[in-house]
């Protein structure tokens, strides 16, 4: 049974950090690339960062390049996002994901369809 569990989220003031967390497992973690994605109130789900298998290629969404950091650890089946400089925008849902994205795509396009999710975790940022 395949499974991604979030953990992190929390109530947090502007200016600050968390580190979410997501542990997969029931499938080949080391073969997926990873994504993470946000849900405002009101707004559709974004994608905002995904790494590839290896760790060697990373994306983020113009809104949180230089805030936001995704890393993986393979041996653990599990991929981090440290958020800081938080802001009352970073506010949502955020959930993770898996999918298979051959090298010659990139990531938003390969992360447009994942083929796991998670079941997410709130993060509120307060003003």
């Known amino acids: 049974q395949v499974q991604l569990v979030e953990s992190g989220g929390g109530l947090v003031q502007a200016g600050g950090s968390l580190r979410l967390s997501c542990e997969a497992s029931?499938?080949?973690?080391?073969?997926?690339?990873m994504g993470w994605f946000r849900q405002a109130p009101g707004k559709e789900r974004e994608f905002i960062s995904a790494?590839?298998?290896?760790?060697?290629?990373?994306y983020y969404t113009d809104s949180v390049k230089g805030r936001f950091t995704i890393s993986r650890d393979n041996a653990k089946n599990t991929v981090f996002l440290q958020m800081n400089s938080l802001k009352p925008e970073d506010t949502g849902v955020y959930y993770c994901?898996?999918?298979?994205?051959?090298?010659?795509?990139?990531?938003?396009?390969?992360?447009?369809?994942?083929?796991?999710w998670g079941q997410g975790t709130q993060v509120t940022v307060s003003s």
């Open positions: 029931g499938f080949v973690f080391r073969s997926y690339t």
């Open positions: 790494i590839r298998m290896n760790g060697g290629s990373t």
């Open positions: 994901a898996a999918a298979r994205v051959p090298a010659p795509m990139t990531l938003a396009q390969g992360m447009s369809a994942p083929t796991y």
